[in-house]
């Protein structure tokens, strides 16, 4: 029976092997079993450029050449911390690159596939943020640094946000329901698989008079992970572990 597998927010860096043996582990025995894997957003914690050659980027990449070289296809989506994934990376890593959202067909079901940022529209704060550094005058200017200037930027980033999460409400910060169903009625999709809210769960509700389900992904952590498989029968939670 054919299965695609769907994990997210892994924020794989320096600072936390054990979730690095962890995800490699991964790609080397469960991965591997799969027809297709999609990471949806956040793989690392950082990705300062394709152009960075630091050990972890250039473990990564290899790691998932080889699960693609088995024969599992990979699908990789760019998340709230590693936007600048690009062609380069692809090209190393053999995944392809997915727009957010992404609409395919997964055993007859509609399925709109997301990060999940973008749902999160009382964050308004965030949102405005996101517009700024997702734009190619940012992108392009984070790009001629070199590589110490961008790791001291992507620190100062993450402090910043921290705290700046720490003074919000955790209903903020969640999928607001309206951008949900509006979104899912744009691209007349029956189900939603998301991550960066780290809140697994899976959400049913009634959306002009179809069931819809919301599934959405954990955060890895070092000692296990939560992976949704999905195959014909349906849509299963595995716990993964060393």
């Known amino acids: 029976m054919t299965q695609a597998l769907f994990i997210s927010d892994l ?9 690095l ?3 490699l582990h991964f790609l080397r025995s469960r991965a591997a079993s799969a027809d297709s894997l999609y990471i949806l957003g956040d793989l690392f914690d950082a990705w300062l450029g394709d152009d960075d050659q630091q050990p ?3 473990e990564v990449k290899q790691a998932l050449r ?13 998340g709230n911390r590693d936007f600048l994934l690009g062609e380069g990376f692809c090209e190393a890593s053999g995944a392809e690159l997915i727009s957010d959202p992404c609409l395919i067909d997964l055993y007859g079901t509609p399925t709109l596939l997301m990060h999940g940022d973008l749902l999160c529209t009382d964050d308004q704060e965030y949102q405005a943020f996101r517009k700024q550094i997702r ?5 392009s200017h984070f790009l001629s640094m070199t590589i110490a200037q961008r790791i001291a930027v992507a620190q100062e980033y993450r402090a910043k946000s921290g705290e700046a999460n720490a003074q919000k409400s955790e ?3 969640d999928v607001n329901q309206q951008a949900v169903e509006r979104t899912l009625q744009q691209h007349r999709a029956q189900r939603l698989i998301h991550g960066h809210t780290h809140r697994p769960a899976d959400h049913r509700f009634t959306l002009d ?5 919301r599934h959405v992904l954990g955060e890895w952590h070092g000692d296990h992970a939560e992976i949704v498989c999905v195959t014909e029968d349906g849509v299963n939670r595995e716990t993964f572990t060393l």
């Open 21 to 23: 043996q962890l995800f």
């Open 66 to 78: 080889q699960l693609r070289e088995r024969g599992t296809e990979l699908k990789v989506m760019h």
């Open 11 to 19: 924020h794989l860096s320096a600072e936390g092997p054990d979730r």
């Open 135 to 139: 734009s190619a005058e940012f992108a």
């Open 209 to 213: 008079n179809q069931t819809i389900t």
């Open 171 to 173: 209903d903020i910060m």
């Open 56 to 58: 972890i980027a250039m």
